[in-house]
């Protein structure tokens, strides 16, 4: 049950004109994932399975109503600010054009939020890009006692850890303007894999499991702060 603030934090970024009621098939929802699509060669849309059972894990256990599909839209979209919640991820080259510059910078420092999620061979590429967005800011590591990893389930060590990669711990790093959280990078997670179909890599239920449940404690945090 999603506790009285967060129904009230879903209200407020209604009336700031954040999010949006989306309809899909006659049916109204209060959020929708959005994933970002950027130019550079990277594969965006790698984990085809991830969202979709993010989505069902969401419908499930909180009371958002969540719309049954992804939506996909890159920088320049008009429909960019309609969306509370970004979501990226791949293994190769991510570019910004500068419009997508501007555009990208004007969305987070008014409300926006991205989440990032390093799906191996992203790191390089898309911290030069972020350096675009906002050169005069620097990623920093959330501490463990962040909100981000208690507002729904307690991860006490910070993010699980999915998948080898370079056999490091993983990392949550953020971007904040303001005060406020308005980007939030995954490395040394893959929690976009974790989020597909268990057969799909072969992974145990319980890492299933964590990679969703941190997937919507993301999702919280970004709709309510």
């Known amino acids: ?3 009285k603030y967060f129904k009230f934090g879903i209200g407020v970024i209604f ?7 989306v309809t899909a098939q006659d049916q109204p929802y209060d959020f929708a994932i959005a994933r970002l699509h950027y130019d550079g060669g990277g594969d965006w849309y790698s984990d085809p399975s991830s969202l979709p059972n993010l989505i069902n894990f969401l419908q499930e256990n909180t009371d958002i109503k969540v719309r049954p599909e992804e939506v996909r ?8 600010f309609l969306y509370p919640y970004f979501y990226m991820t791949g293994h190769g080259n991510v570019r910004f054009s500068e419009s997508d510059v501007q555009r990208l910078r004007r969305y987070l420092t008014t409300g926006g939020f991205l989440h990032a999620d390093d799906n191996y061979g992203m790191d390089e590429s898309f911290r030069r890009e972020m350096k675009k967005v906002f050169p005069n800011k620097e990623f920093v590591e959330l501490p463990y006692d962040h909100p981000i990893y208690h507002i729904k389930y307690d991860f006490p060590n910070g993010l699980p850890k999915i998948h080898k990669h370079d056999g490091k711990p993983p990392k949550g790093f953020g ?7 308005i ?5 040394e997670t893959d929690l976009g894999d974790g ?3 268990t057969d799909v890599h072969n992974d145990p239920l319980a890492k299933h499991e964590a990679a969703l449940q941190m997937g ?8 309510t702060h």
Do not use: C
């Open 1 to 3: 049950m999603i506790s």
């Open 175 to 181: 971007i904040f303007h303001d005060g406020r959280l």
């Open 183 to 187: 980007v939030f990078y995954t490395i």
């Open 73 to 80: 839209l890159k920088p320049q979209d008009p429909q960019l």
């Open 195 to 197: 989020w597909e179909d």
């Open 216 to 223: 919507t404690n993301i999702i919280l945090y970004a709709l």
């Open 15 to 21: 009336l700031l004109g954040m999010l949006v009621t």
